[in-house]
Nanobody, 123 residues
Framework: QVQLVESGGGSVQAGGSLRLSCAASGRTFSSYCIGWFRQAPGKEREFVAAISRTAGTINYQDSVKGRFTISRDNAKNMVYLQMNSLKDEDTAVYSC????????????????WGQGTQVTVSS
């Protein structure tokens, strides 16, 4: 089983960019689909993006399409979320999660979670 640790969060002005990283421990990383989710204060956790085991399939939430890019490097046990053209509404705690079964868009489809990293966008 893998463990996940996110990094790269911070404060940025609207229109700026951040790259989040999700570092995984364990030799079975490449057998997991990885998703990014976010939760803003007072709101439900929502799906952001997900990538299949070999990066052959990628899904995005409509609101981030064209602005966010998910990628993975299985040799380094890393998944990245490049976030460009950030908006105030992107402010949230971002978490990466792993699923051994699904390339899902719902949080209950993921069984392993990182602790999250805060992203704050101000205008």
């Amino acid at each position: 089983q893998v463990q996940l640790v996110e990094s790269g969060g911070g404060s940025v002005q609207a229109g700026g960019s951040l790259r989040l990283s999700c570092a995984a421990s364990g030799r079975t990383f490449s057998s997991y689909c990885i998703g990014w989710f976010r939760q803003a204060p007072g709101k439900e956790r929502e799906f952001v993006a997900a990538i299949s085991r070999t990066a052959g399939t990628i899904n995005y939430q409509d609101s981030v399409k064209g602005r966010f890019t998910i990628s993975r490097d299985n040799a380094k046990n890393m998944v990245y979320l490049q976030m460009n053209s950030l908006k105030d509404e992107d402010t949230a705690v971002y978490s990466c999660a792993a699923s051994g079964l699904w390339l899902g868009t719902v949080d209950y489809q993921y069984t392993i979670w990182g602790q999250g990293t805060q992203v704050t966008v101000s205008s």
